[in-house]
Structure formats: C-alpha cells, structure tokens
C-alpha cells in the first residue's frame, strides 16, 4: 500500500472499530458447492420412464478435487502491478472506492530495487499454486507483472461477480524503517458497501493473522494493534462484496522484512501461512 497519510490515520481512528464492531455478526456468505447429482430412489412401481437422466450422473462423477477447499472459489489479488508507474494518467482516474472518489490505483512501493508490485505477484502465485492444490477455484486480478491495473473498484468487483468466498490481496508496506512485521487490513463498515462483509472480514482477519503468527511472523510494530488494522478508506475492500482482507505482509523499508519478502523461501512461507489463514475461516 501507498503510506498512510496523516488525515488517513486520523479516519483510521475514528472507524478502527468498526471492523471488529460487526465480528459476531452474519456468517459469511458462502456460495454453495457444486452438488454433486443425488441419486433419486424409486421405490414406486410406477418409476417415470421418461425423465430418467442416465447422463449427468455420469459425467458428474468424475474426481474432483478434494481438498479441504473443494468447490471454494477464492479471489487472489495480487497488489498494483509492474507497469502502473508507466501509466500516470491510467491509476489516476478517480472510482468510486465505497461512496467516494480515489485514485485507480497507486504505483505501491519499493525495497532496495524490488518492487511491491513483485513481491505481490510472486508471493500471489505461490498462494495460487497452494489454493489450487487444496481444491480451490482461484481467481486472480491480474494476469502477469508487466502491465497496468485493475483499478481497486475493478479488483473488488471480481470478487463481488464471482460470488467468491473471499477475497484475499497481498500487498508490502512502505513505513518508516525502523518499524517492521505485518498486518492485516479489514474493512469498517460503510454504509452501503461493506454492511454484510465488515463482521465476516473482521473474521478472516483473525484466521489469516493467526495463521502468519504461527508460521514465525511477527505483527507491526507501527501500525494496528495485534496485527489487526480496521480501514474505511479502501477501494478494494469496500467493493468486494465478500469477505475480504488486505495482507500487508511486511514493510518493504525494514531490511529485516525485505529479505524475507524478496526471497523465494518468504513467499512460500507467507503463502503457505495465508492458505491456512482461508482455510481455517473456509473450514
Ligand atoms: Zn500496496
């Protein structure tokens, strides 16, 4: 994420409760499964002859995944994109980021040359990769590292058309350097927007940190209290529609969290840590 200004903070601690406000609130929104054909018993003598579908059992019954997140469908979104900063005029177009206007998108930050945009899409592949393999239906914002967008709105509303369980974006923070470790961003509620997802969110949230924790990280030392940061002011979010959380999964200007977040064993790790964030919450 761009750095959070003064006036942003000062929003941030107006709403920060609201995420959790709504926590036991409404389960979240699940679409249901593909079900599988049921056998219809007939115990009738007169069974129809005539509706007897002898083909769908059939093609239905091939294996499908089955993982723990079988018939999941799960939004991915990897944070900007490697050719934002080439497009000014293209991220500054104002959208409607939940009942106001915002930039499309930002050009995300930077750690001694790697980009945010990288560390995004690599560490989002590697989510993919371990979604899929647990039996999930992925879908990503983005479809490569070179080009430029989706807007935020757009990145939410991928989320929103696909009725998706959830929607998780992988971002790296650019803070002042002394400040390190992760957090994660749920939406407040805004009226209109994010009334049914705060609660749900809140609660993803929670599973997600908890999980990061386990595998070895640690929560910001600057920003949110426990590894929480409840946020109003987020496009993404605010447009999901669904269950949604921003990761923060470190700060790109702390060395200590640059050499994780640049190394390919980081991205295993923290993918691997946001997999069993989904399917803890999914569980
Ligand atoms: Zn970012």
């Not at 987020?234 to 959380?245: C, S």
């Amino acid at each position: 994420m761009r750095r959070v200004a003064a006036g942003l903070a000062a929003v941030v601690a107006l709403t920060g409760c609201g995420g959790n406000d709504a926590a036991s609130g409404s389960a979240p929104t699940t679409t249901a499964p593909t079900t599988t054909p049921t056998t219809t018993v007939r115990t009738t003598t007169t069974a129809p002859t005539t509706t007897v579908r002898t083909t769908a059992p059939v093609t239905t019954a091939a294996p499908r995944a089955t993982g723990s997140l079988a018939g999941r469908v799960i939004v991915v979104d990897p944070g900007h994109n490697g050719g934002n900063a080439a497009h000014p005029a293209v991220i500054g177009r104002q959208v409607d980021a939940g009942g106001f206007q915002k930039d499309c998108n930002t050009t995300g930050t930077a750690g001694g040359g790697y980009t945010e945009a990288t560390f995004n899409w690599e560490t989002a592949l590697v989510l993919r990769a371990d979604l899929e393999a647990a039996g999930a239906t992925v879908i990503m914002t983005r479809d490569s590292n070179t080009g430029v967008g989706p807007c935020i709105d757009e990145r939410g509303q991928i989320a929103a058309r696909a009725r998706a369980d959830l929607l998780v974006s992988i971002h790296g923070d650019g803070a002042p350097a002394s400040g390190h470790g992760f957090h994660v961003i749920t939406p407040t509620v805004v009226h209109g927007y994010t009334d049914a997802t705060a609660g749900p969110s809140a609660r993803l949230a929670g599973f997600v940190r908890d999980q990061l924790v386990a595998g070895g990280l640690h929560v910001s030392t600057y920003v949110g209290s426990n590894g929480i940061n409840p946020r109003g002011d987020l496009g993404t979010l605010n447009r999901a529609g669904v269950p949604a959380v921003i990761v923060e999964c470190g700060n790109m200007a702390n060395a200590a969290d640059l050499a994780l977040m640049r190394s390919d064993a980081g991205h295993r790790a923290i993918a691997a840590d946001l997999a069993r964030g989904v399917a803890a919450f999914l569980g």
